[in-house]
């Protein structure tokens, strides 16, 4: 080989990598190799395929060869007789045909070649680092031969050229990838959202509209939570799946993270075809999931902001689609609303809540009431239920649960509870008699490091025996993949704390939670009650946790008992504790010491109330 052909084939490399740390596309780049090497080699015709991970071919460059031969080997399996290039990627080596007219290399693809005028072919594999074969590199000849040695040096430095531009084109494939895409669903993600949306607002016909949709899972956190994060995950796929299914050439769907998608849909008709939209989407969601021969539902709901074309940026559209879907979330999930200007007016009020919840403890704005709890059986006063209350300067009354969820999203639950449980062992030490009291614990307090010494510690400064304090848990908290939670449950139980799981039946798994912890009493849930003598369903339930409950060897509590239909009836299906407004409001601290002096058996037989 001349001095003069090496230093064209290091200037064939030089122009070769230029290119691609100029960002040039693979294909440019695969066709400058081939024009050059042609220049290179006089007569010869180059070729480049790609192999894609499945063994198929797809034609890359080709500047010299007919359209159509190139068209006919798209999507050709690789194999151990697939012609020149497709027996070279199945070998993972050079293959030389001398003669396409009588190889059997090329039996099956002669008729493809002969009439083109092409005799000989010799290709190459192309590897890239990890060994894996990318592509092949081939040259055609119109007469039968051979390539001569400074073709062979040439198709070197092309493979060795063409592995590298691959490799690059794949690398900025995976990054273009991880940047703009969700790794798990496969849907674009926030970036890409944002990008998209902002592009298809700058372009809408003037007389369209636009609308963007939130999309939040319902119970997701439950089916996560119970089933572990892998079904999760399997959930979450097909919920993309079924996404994408219907939103199928109307509209652009993304994730935006968790459980959270949106959709962004230009309409004519923008609010009906939205809403239509956003009906198609509950309903295909609410469909069971198959998750590893498990079936698992949940719901959607959706918040939508509309607008006409040019009437507002994409922030304020998404500021709207977040506060319908909040909206929609409080409604009870599984529907869909539009933005409307009073849920501005409602999403200022909770901001402003936020930041006066921040000072309500210090200011002393929090108090506890506490409401008697009886035994259906004799009328005997035996615990109360400390309740949090919230009394705003200006707002008033502000119920539990519109401050309790903003308290655990600002993580400022654990203080708020651990007041109440000082308070509360306080006031029982104050008390005659030594019944029980009931305090709630947050799902956050139980992730709390050292939560278990700051109950001790509230029992032995008040002087409280273990026995007579319950802490009511919800479900959330049993379910939670969490072993401080775990922990500190057994630990309190083995004090000889109660646990009592509130609200029973409204989650996502109570059999199993009853099975795992140790629960002492089941409470049921107001909801349950309040349908007593309306509702033959929840008839049914409540039967048939009490008979659970008998047979676990469990207390069960009813809540809400407002009449003596629903007292007579608790009774005699044989629930042992309950409270409601019959019994008693809910009591100051002083209230329930006059209570347990006055009294130690609460009359049943007609409604009593005390007010605080």
């Given amino acids: 080989m001349t001095v003069l052909s090496t230093e064209l084939l290091q200037r064939l490399q030089n122009e070769i990598l230029e290119a691609i740390a100029r960002g040039a596309t693979l294909k440019t780049v695969a066709d400058l190799v081939c024009i050059r090497a042609e220049s290179f080699a006089p007569g010869v015709l180059c070729s480049i395929l790609t192999v894609d991970d499945k063994g198929f071919v797809h034609p890359l460059a080709g500047p010299s060869l007919p359209q159509k031969y190139s068209a006919a080997l798209e999507g050709i399996p690789i194999g151990p007789s697939v012609g020149s290039c497709g027996t070279a990627a199945w070998r993972g080596e050079p293959v030389e045909v001398s003669d396409i007219a009588t190889d059997p290399l090329w039996?099956?693809?002669?008729?493809?070649?002969?009439?083109?005028?092409?005799?000989?072919?010799?290709?190459?594999?192309?590897?890239?680092?990890d060994g894996r074969v990318a592509g092949t590199f081939a040259f055609y000849y119109r007469e039968k031969r051979r390539p001569a040695e400074l073709e062979?040096?040439?198709?070197?430095k092309c493979v060795h050229v063409c592995a590298i531009a691959i490799e690059h084109d794949e690398a900025r494939s995976r990054i273009h990838q991880l940047a703009y895409y969700d790794t798990l669903t496969g849907l674009p993600n926030r970036t890409q959202f944002q990008d998209r949306a902002a592009g298809i607002l700058a372009n809408m016909a003037r007389e369209s509209t636009v609308s963007i949709l939130y999309i939040d899972l319902d119970d997701f956190k439950s089916a996560n939570d119970t089933l572990g994060h892998r079904a999760g995950d399997l959930l979450l796929e097909g919920v993309a799946q079924r996404l994408s299914a219907c939103t199928a050439g109307v509209a652009f769907v993304a994730r935006l993270g968790g459980d959270e998608f949106a959709i962004v849909q230009v309409a004519a008709n923008g609010r009906n075809e939205a809403s239509a939209l956003a009906e198609r989407v509950i309903a295909t969601i609410s469909e069971p999931f198959e998750l590893d021969e498990q079936k698992v539902v949940v719901g959607a709901s959706i918040g939508i902001g509309y607008a006409q074309a040019g009437e507002l940026d994409l922030a304020e559209l998404s500021r709207r689609a977040d506060m319908a879907v909040y909206a929609a979330k409080n409604d009870g999930g599984g529907t869909h609303r539009f933005f409307a200007e009073e849920m501005d007016v409602a999403m200022q009020l909770?901001?402003?809540?936020?930041?006066?919840?921040?000072?309500?403890?210090?200011?002393?704005?929090?108090?506890?009431?506490?409401?008697?709890?009886?035994?259906?059986?004799?009328?005997?006063?035996?615990?109360?239920?400390?309740?949090?209350?919230?009394?705003?300067?200006?707002?008033g009354t502000v119920p539990p649960s519109d401050f309790i969820p903003i308290a655990e999203e600002m993580g400022v639950i654990g203080m708020l509870g651990d007041w109440a449980l000082k308070e509360a062992c306080a006031?029982?030490?104050?008390?005659?008699?030594?019944?029980?009291?009931?305090?709630?614990?947050?799902?956050?307090q139980l992730q709390q490091p050292g939560l278990v010494l700051d109950i001790v510690g509230a029992?032995?400064?008040?002087g409280i025996a273990p026995a007579r304090l319950e802490l009511e848990i919800t479900e959330s908290?049993?379910?939670?993949?969490?072993?401080?939670?775990?922990?500190a449950l057994r630990e309190l139980h083995a004090l000889g704390i109660a646990l009592s799981l509130d609200d029973f039946g409204t989650g996502y798994s109570s059999l199993r939670s009853l099975r795992a912890f140790p629960v002492d009493k089941i409470k049921i849930d107001q909801s349950f009650v309040r349908d007593i003598g309306r509702n033959a369903d929840s008839a049914a339930i409540?039967?048939?946790?009490?008979?659970?409950?008998?047979?676990?060897?469990?207390r069960t509590a009813a809540e809400g008992i407002e009449t003596e239909?629903?007292?007579?009836?608790?009774?005699?299906?044989?629930?042992?504790?309950?409270?409601?407004?019959?019994?008693?409001?809910?009591?100051?601290?002083?209230?329930?010491?006059?209570?347990?002096?006055a009294m130690d058996v609460v009359p049943l037989a007609a409604p009593r109330t005390r007010s605080i």
């Avoid at 908290?477 to 922990?487: C, D, G, K, P």
Wanted: glycine share 6%; net charge positive; proline share 5%.
């Fill in 107 to 129: 039996a099956d693809f002669k008729a493809l070649a002969l009439p083109l005028g092409l005799r000989a072919c010799w290709s190459s594999p192309i590897k890239v680092r």
């Fill in 152 to 156: 062979r040096r040439i198709v070197e």
């Fill in 350 to 395: 909770r901001r402003k809540l936020k930041q006066d919840l921040r000072s309500a403890l210090a200011a002393g704005e929090f108090s506890l009431a506490y409401q008697p709890i009886v035994a259906l059986e004799t009328g005997q006063l035996i615990a109360v239920e400390a309740l949090l209350r919230w009394q705003h300067p200006l707002r």
């Fill in 427 to 444: 006031a029982a030490a104050d008390w005659p008699r030594d019944i029980r009291i009931a305090v709630n614990l947050s799902p956050l």
């Fill in 459 to 462: 029992l032995n400064r008040h």
């Fill in 477 to 487: 908290a049993l379910l939670a993949e969490n072993v401080a939670t775990r922990t």
């Fill in 542 to 554: 409540i039967r048939a946790v009490i008979g659970l409950a008998h047979d676990l060897g469990l």
């Fill in 565 to 597: 239909g629903h007292l007579q009836w608790l009774a005699l299906q044989g629930c042992t504790e309950g409270q409601g407004n019959y019994i008693s409001e809910p009591l100051s601290r002083d209230g329930v010491r006059a209570m347990l002096e």
